[in-house]
């Protein structure tokens, strides 16, 4: 290379290389960067209510962190979750919003029937604790009544705060709790809930250790309050729904096995609709002031006749003179001709008179009849017949 073109090439100032780097490509899946972003979210503005749930790694160093702190430890309470301003109110939608069925009428007819068998249910206040309500109502998933109630005793019993239930030993909540079954999943359950109430700060004031509470949902609207509650694992559209009426006294139907299988003999719901979207569209048809009495009522006549209409709900489903048809119009479209066989009148048959039969001589075991021969008598071995000696003659 020439000099010139030596000297003028080393004259030219090299490029700064770029101060902004380029962004990162990460190569975990997507959800699961999702979900680190939001937790990191829910860290930069103090852990809210909006945030995700910490994982279990993070929530028991938390737990550690707060053991450490000694019980003294307060803990700075955040804001309740609020809906978007555009989000549809709790139970204001139907997934089939072309399904009339079922009316307000209609379901009137229902509740006069079974009110006229069961009686009218009267709604009375608990007086129980938000958190009491939840964990009752996790307790009574996939079991019945009574045993739910018998392991929540046992759990209040052995563990009277929550925060033993956190500070128990492996294995001791499950053997408190495993007459309703599933221990092992519902102990978790509640655990992480417990947990993740006391990373946000939902507390009981005053008290010389850190215990969970949702008293604060008291004062917080439906909508918000299916938005906190379902968040966690194991908190579907029923144990809300529980929670809000029995608990919260609000106006709305919890929808379980019995009211599922009933709305569909019903023709409430589409043959092809799940519990949950059951639960939707019954929210937003039923009148909310039968809602409570409905769903008592279809419960009780569930349990009592195996999910079956019976007279009282066929009578009304057939449109009896004196009361108004709940049949549904997709009875009309999904209708099959069906031929139905007449039963014949029975007849009775004339007794004929017995008449004389002549009755044969039979020849009976060890007797013989008097026109037939004697039987030989056999020896004992059975091979040749005994004959009786003969007297001696003299020669």
Request: charged residues 25%; proline residues 9%.
């Amino acid at each position: 290379m020439p000099a010139t073109t030596r000297a003028a090439f080393q004259a030219v100032p090299k490029a700064e290389p770029a101060t902004t780097a380029p962004p990162a490509v990460t190569t975990r899946p997507r959800k699961r960067a999702f979900k680190r972003e939001r937790g990191d979210a829910a860290a930069a503005e103090g852990g809210g209510v909006s945030g995700a749930p910490l994982s279990r790694r993070k929530a028991k160093r938390s737990r550690g962190a707060l053991a450490a702190d000694g019980c003294n430890s307060q803990l700075k309470r955040p804001s309740a979750t609020v809906a978007p301003s555009g989000a549809a109110a709790y139970g204001s939608v139907s997934p089939f919003p072309a399904f009339d069925s079922p009316t307000p009428d209609q379901c009137a007819a229902v509740h006069r029937a079974l009110c006229g068998v069961y009686g009218a249910p009267k709604q009375q206040p608990t007086g129980r604790l938000v958190m009491d309500s939840l964990v009752k109502t996790i307790l009574s998933q996939n079991t019945t009544d009574k045993q739910s109630h018998r392991a929540f005793l046992l759990l209040k019993e052995q563990f009277p705060t929550y925060r033993t239930v956190l500070d128990a030993t492996p294995g001791a909540v499950e053997d408190c709790i495993r007459c309703c079954g599933l221990a092992a999943i519902k102990t978790e359950r509640i655990r992480a809930v417990c947990s993740t109430l006391i990373e946000e700060g939902h507390v009981v004031e005053g008290l010389p250790y850190v215990e969970p509470s949702l008293e604060f949902l008291r004062d917080v609207d439906n909508t918000n309050v299916h938005r906190f509650l379902s968040r966690f694992k194991g908190v579907g559209e029923k144990t809300v729904a529980c929670v809000l009426m029995f608990c919260l006294g609000r106006n709305v139907i919890p929808v379980d096995t019995h009211v599922w299988k009933l709305a569909l003999k019903l023709r409430w719901v589409p043959k092809t609709a799940s519990r949950d979207q059951c639960h939707a569209h019954l929210e937003a048809s039923v009148p909310d002031a039968i809602k409570y009495d409905l769903h008592i009522l279809l419960v009780e006549h569930g349990k009592r006749l195996k999910n079956e209409l019976g007279t009282q709900l066929q009578a009304v489903v057939n449109g009896t003179p004196g009361r108004p048809s709940v049949k549904a119009e997709a009875d009309i479209v999904d209708a099959k001709p069906s031929i139905k066989k007449v039963a014949k009148p029975k007849v009775k048959k004339a007794i004929k008179p017995k008449q004389a039969v002549a009755v044969k001589p039979t020849r009976e075991r060890g007797l013989a009849a008097p026109h037939l021969p004697a039987p030989q008598r056999t020896s004992p071995r059975g091979h040749f017949p005994q004959r009786k000696p003969e007297p001696y003659a003299a020669s």
